[in-house]
């Protein structure tokens, strides 16, 4: 069965996806859907703004289409760029704005998301930017960069216009970048952390109970600020924080993204604690209360990936150590066994000759003092050896091995399925201790009157199941077999369940991944 | 005057095959007839010699000394086989043929062992 694993696995690895497009080749027929999706979403997105008063004709506090054209490029390429012109174009303000002021406007908002979305999907392909400081660090760096582009080439044009004084220059564009820089940094982190959409049907377990409390709680936190004439925004960062430690990167950015709504809400109807003297200065205030929330939580949750993959990874090189250091009593076992013992096996042979030849009865006795002074460093060396690797596992195999501690037990044990070909060293020396110390336990404790054994080696793991009808009640405490053999099995890589409850029996189970 | 019993020998290691070879060659009325290094050897020797008695290792690369036993027996069933190990044998309880800890091989003694065995054919 592992001959024919390994062929799947070795087939699978060959496969290769799709060749790609060559370049003269019309674009598949998803692509107009695709643009025009793009299309509406941006109009969409620019509608809501002006609609909500996010934003007016010049600057918008929170910019959403900027993080909407920038997260359609990066995730579906930025052969899409004419969905994002064609929805520029739609949204421009002509009655306020003079065309070639809105045509320049369009080309910085065509440059900043083409440079942001270039940006962006270099960091996708190289791996998962938000699970990493430095990944958070370039999305942020790239979204700067590219709303920095729209927020010079479009008050310029402005300007140029004389739609925007020379003396309000400096003002419009640092609204302009804030204002572009907060909607991407809602958005494009959200879409990315939530791309491709976990779309089946999502079980209602606690995590989904906490997930609903948690936008419940940033909602009602952010409602509260958003009332409250007193400067407590800062109430909503205990939420932002549960958020980004216990959902990391998909919680932190659907949370920032209700609180940032609520809280923008507010400040265009002039509620919230962002609003002070003139609106230019309320509106600066959401700005940075909108880039700080998000980078933080952005920050935050990466720290979270970043410490989950360091315990994931330490899990696997503690794995790996375990089963070096298995191979490696497996291999002085065997050195000891074909090498010393025989040797001294010989030896003792030999002095034992030499004492029933010995001309004189004091030569013969040394002789077999000699001998018996020898089977004592066997015996020791025999304990030694068998510290190391049961080499009852080596004579006899995994099955024979626990027919052997079968035999020995004083309750009768049935065994089931034991598996015939090899499972790996690992593996077996960890199914032969669950076997062995659970019987060993079973006679010490449950007063049964029968054992089941049950081993089954399927698809890369080797199961052991040991039950017994006895007393039942066993405890894990420290010290305890029950601990060691947890122990034990998780340095395998394995799980380790016991099921003990008072009056129906013990019952141990184990699952290793299985080697060769 | 009765004919010395044949012996076939087999243990992978070459050390120990030469040490016990010489007890059978030292103990009157018993004669080596071959020594093997493998179970596979063991079937094979055992088949072409026919030896009353054969004492073979139970750990080897390949065929185990009670696979092998478990092949002679039905080609050759009249045959003693006695099984080997380096340890105390407490872990072949098992096991159909009777087992000496080679620990024991020199003390124990040949006639010993077909004393036991042997005699019951």
């Not at chain 1, 959403?64 to 303000?93: I, K, M, R, T």
């Not at chain 1, 596992?393 to 099955?399: C, D, I, N, P, R």
């Not at chain 2, 493998?38 to 072409?48: H, K, P, R, Y």
């Amino acid at each position: 069965m592992s001959a024919a694993l390994s062929t799947a696995a070795a087939h699978s690895e060959a496969t290769v996806g799709p060749a790609p497009r060559p370049w003269w080749a019309l674009p598949p027929l998803l692509y107009p859907v695709k643009v025009g999706a793009l299309v509406g979403l941006y109009y969409g997105s620019a509608k809501l703004g002006y609609t909500f008063g996010f934003a007016g004709p010049v600057a918008a506090i929170v910019w959403l289409p900027v993080g909407v054209a920038v997260s359609g490029l990066s995730l579906f390429g930025l052969a899409l760029w004419p969905g994002v012109l064609a929805g520029d174009l739609l949204s421009n303000d002509y009655s306020a704005l003079p065309l070639g002021a809105a045509l320049g406007q369009t080309c910085g908002n065509m440059l900043e998301v083409l440079v942001a979305a270039w940006l962006i999907r270099r960091l996708l392909q190289r791996g998962r930017p938000l699970r990493s400081l430095p990944g958070v660090a370039h999305v942020v760096g790239a979204l700067a960069l590219g709303t920095a582009i729209s927020a010079v080439v479009g008050p310029v044009s402005l300007a140029l216009a004389g739609v925007v004084k020379a003396d309000s220059l400096f003002e419009v564009a640092r609204t302009w970048w804030l204002g572009d820089l907060c909607g991407a940094l809602v958005v494009v982190p959200l879409a990315i952390a939530w791309w491709p959409l976990p779309w089946r049907r999502p079980t209602v377990d606690r995590r989904l109970v906490e997930g609903a409390l948690l936008l419940v709680v940033v909602a009602t936190l952010a409602e509260i600020a958003a009332h409250s004439h007193q400067p407590v925004a800062y109430l909503l960062f205990p939420a932002l924080i549960w958020a980004a430690v216990r959902f990391g990167a998909q919680g932190a950015t659907l949370a920032v993204a209700v609180a940032v709504s609520i809280t923008v809400w507010a400040t265009t109807h002039y509620e919230g604690p962002f609003v002070v003297g003139s609106s230019s200065h309320s509106v600066v205030n959401t700005q940075v209360f909108v880039a700080v929330a998000a980078v933080s939580s952005l920050c935050l949750a990466a720290l979270v990936a970043e410490r989950e993959l360091f315990a994931e990874r330490l899990g696997e090189s503690r794995a790996e150590l375990y089963r070096a250091a298995e191979t490696e009593r497996r291999r002085i076992e065997h050195a000891l066994h074909d090498g010393a013992q025989q040797r001294l096996l010989a030896l003792g042979l030999r002095l034992h000759l030499a004492g029933v030849r010995a001309a004189s009865p004091s030569d013969s006795l040394s002789f077999f003092n000699a001998e018996s002074q020898l089977q004592a460093a066997l015996d020791e060396l025999r304990e030694l050896s068998h510290g190391t690797h049961p080499s009852v596992l080596s004579e006899l195999g995994l099955a024979g091995a626990i027919a052997t501690v079968a035999a020995r037990s004083t309750i009768p044990v049935t065994l089931h399925e034991l598996p015939d070909a090899p499972c790996g060293d690992v593996a077996e020396a960890t199914a032969y201790y669950v076997v062995s110390e659970g019987i060993t336990n079973a006679m010490k404790h449950s007063r049964a009157a029968t054992i089941e054994v049950r081993l089954a080696a399927t698809s890369g793991t080797l199961s052991v199941e040991i039950g017994d009808d006895g007393i039942g009640g066993a405890s894990e405490y420290a010290g305890s077999g029950l601990r060691g053999l947890r122990e034990r099995v998780k340095e395998a890589g394995g799980t380790f369940v016991v099921s003990s409850p008072a009056g129906r029996g013990t019952r141990l189970a184990a699952t290793v991944p299985a080697g060769t | 005057v009765t004919p010395p019993v044949t012996v076939l020998l087999v243990d992978d290691s070459p050390v120990f095959l030469e040490a016990a070879a010489e007890v059978v060659a030292s103990t009157p009325g018993f004669e080596l007839a071959a020594t093997g290094t493998s179970g596979e050897e063991a079937v094979e020797l055992a088949a072409s010699l026919r030896p009353e008695l054969v004492l073979v290792d139970q750990r080897m690369p390949g065929m185990t000394g009670v696979e092998a036993a478990d092949r002679i027996r039905l080609s050759a069933p009249s045959t003693v086989i006695v099984i080997l190990t380096a340890d105390s044998g407490s872990h072949l309880t098992q096991v159909d043929f009777p087992v000496l800890s080679k620990r024991q091989f020199g003390s124990t003694g040949l006639a010993e062992l077909w004393r036991r065995h042997g005699s019951a054919r």
